[in-house]
């Protein structure tokens, strides 16, 4: 991220211009709402977690719709 820009680049899908020698020097590691790439990391575990912990019922939920079929991923 630039910090004097608030412009967030993205390693593969858009870089920062590497031309530019003070936007380099500036960029900063951006970890979006979270304070650190610990918090964020121990946010998306926590996610991961609770979706498998909770994934019998929501896949009995949605097969309620009859949108998916689990075995083969087809569907609506």
Known sequence: MDPTTNTVYHAEDDPAPEGDAKLQERLTNYY???A???DMTTKLD???ITFYE???VLQAFG???GML???TGKGL
């Open 46 to 48: 926590t996610n991961h």
């Open 36 to 38: 650190s790439e610990e």
């Open 32 to 34: 979006g709402n979270f």
């Open 63 to 65: 097969e309620g719709f």
């Open 54 to 56: 909770n994934e019998p």
């Open 69 to 71: 079929d689990v075995e």
